[in-house]
């Protein structure tokens, strides 16, 4: 069984679920961090504030995160500048560089430290990519240094360091955000799975029969439980990635990055006064693959030869749905549905701009101006970026359904549109190759789009 350190390793914490209807004036869907400080933020301010989770809070993609809360996200800045221009990526960075400082103001020491991050290589055609992130950088004002020493046991040929940022334990961080919304009035339930969104009342049915009406929604479900109405299921390309955890010697004062390719992804944390290496990387589209022990084996060989692990305590996996230009998309799903907001696509960068976007949800629905709500709106993407994200998507979902029903026909048919599922032997879930949702063993929802659950009598 895959376990997450951060999830084995938490203060018990639960909500009730939702067993009546109610009237709200904001109604979130989604209780990763994303939607939680949306609902202290909100709440701060004097909105009715009602959150439903469909299974646990902080239990999904938070729970399962690198726990890295950084501006510095790969290759990102020379890339922006040039889709973008400058004033958009200065724009980018000083939005996240705010939400890691804003990071220390909303929890305490216990579960969040100062760190600085850093980008390195291993081979020569890395050195010239990360001297054009150094040139980035030196355009956008921000502070780095090129070539700093890496404490990593890994070959470095250069490296490109972003100090005063930070790494959290999610899910404690979290929690103390949900204490911080609760205390401001926001009602937050779990095990309160929404199976529609019905859009003409307007209200959402949750599974249990229930309903919720609101003057405003907001879509904090990490990938969208509607996404047709502005065509992000067209848009968000879902990928999953891999994580060890590894007992160590020491804490490293930094976190680390590689450009190369497979990458990598290593951080230390303290868990019960031990410290922890996690060893982050190899992705692919999600539910493409059955075999997926081979990541995992991977990461801990790579844990014996370079760090002497004698064995992996945590491995668990992660899944990211990604816009096709790097930018998240927070805000107004649509123009026609001004009272419909989502937060989605953040890449693997999550923690960062999930505090991003509560800040840009809160701004836009009280109508605080926000330069950020237009660089990260839903219709920001290009229309020939759209184009070829949509053929491309649209080709894949045709080939795995076709596919899927001609050499998988035995498996499960997914309950979001109908693909057929890939059982994950490495994992124990069902997993669908078309939009990323993901089943336990006993059909149970663990990711979404999809809402129902499997229909596994016929197996």
């Known amino acids: 069984m895959t ?28 209780g990763g961090i994303s939607g939680i400080l949306t609902a202290y933020f909100l ?11 469909g299974n646990t809070i902080l239990s999904g993609a938070t729970g399962h995160s690198t726990g890295k809360v950084t501006a510095q996200q790969g290759l990102l800045y020379s890339q922006l500048i040039a889709k973008f221009g400058v004033e958009a990526a200065q724009q980018y960075y000083e939005l996240n560089q705010h939400a890691v400082e804003l990071s220390f103001d909303l929890a305490n020491s216990d579960c969040v430290q100062h760190t600085d991050s850093f980008l390195y290589t ?9 001297e054009d992130e150094w040139q980035a950088y030196k355009t956008l004002g921000i502070l780095g240094e ?48 929404v199976k529609k969104v019905n859009i003409l009342k307007p209200c959402v049915e949750l599974e249990n029969g229930h309903t919720v009406c609101y003057n405003e929604l907001i879509l904090c479900s990490h990938y969208p439980l509607e996404a047709i109405i502005g065509m992000q299921i067209l848009k968000l390309e879902v990928t999953r ?24 992804s290593l951080r230390t944390t303290l868990i019960d006064d031990k410290p922890f290496i996690l060893l982050a990387g190899d992705s692919h589209p999600a539910g493409t693959i059955s075999n997926t022990s081979m990541y995992y084996e991977a990461l801990q060989l790579e844990a014996q030869e370079k760090f002497a692990a004698p064995q992996c305590n945590y491995h668990w996996s992660a899944q990211d749905p990604e816009t096709v230009d790097l930018i998240p998309y927070v805000g107004q799903i649509s123009a026609r549905l001004p009272n419909i907001w989502m937060a989605s696509g953040f890449r ?8 991003v976007a509560s800040q840009l949800l809160c701004d836009g629905i009280v109508g605080k101006p926000n330069a950020g709500l237009s660089l990260y709106s839903p219709k920001h993407t290009k229309f020939g970026d759209a184009v070829m994200q949509a053929l491309k998507l649209g080709g ?11 050499a998988r026909r035995a498996m499960p048919r997914c309950t979001h549109l109908g693909c057929k599922t890939r059982w994950n ?35």
């Open 3 to 30: 376990s997450s350190i951060w999830l084995d390793n938490q203060t018990p914490f639960s909500r009730p679920s939702l067993e009546e209807s109610i009237k709200t004036d904001i109604c979130i869907i989604g």
């Open 43 to 53: 709440s701060k301010v004097g909105k009715e504030v009602t959150l439903l989770e």
């Open 122 to 130: 291993q081979k020569a055609e890395g050195i010239a990519a990360l």
């Open 146 to 193: 090129l070539n700093a020493h890496c404490e990593i046991p890994y070959d470095v040929t250069g490296s490109l360091k972003m100090p005063k940022q930070a790494q959290i334990h999610p899910v404690r961080f979290g929690q103390t955000i949900a204490e911080k919304a609760l205390q401001a009035g926001a009602k937050l339930y779990e095990n309160s799975r």
């Open 241 to 264: 990635s891999y994580l060890v955890a590894f007992e160590a010697s020491e804490l490293y004062k930094g976190q680390y990055l590689s450009v190369d390719k497979p990458g990598r």
């Open 348 to 355: 693997k960068w999550g923690l960062a701009n999930s505090i």
């Open 396 to 406: 894949k979902v045709t080939k795995d359904f076709v596919g899927g029903h001609v």
């Open 425 to 459: 032997e490495a994992d124990e879930t069902w997993d669908c190759p078309c939009h990323g949702s993901r089943f336990s063993k006993d059909g149970a929802v663990l990711e979404g789009p999809a809402v129902y659950p499997l229909d596994l009598s016929g197996l």
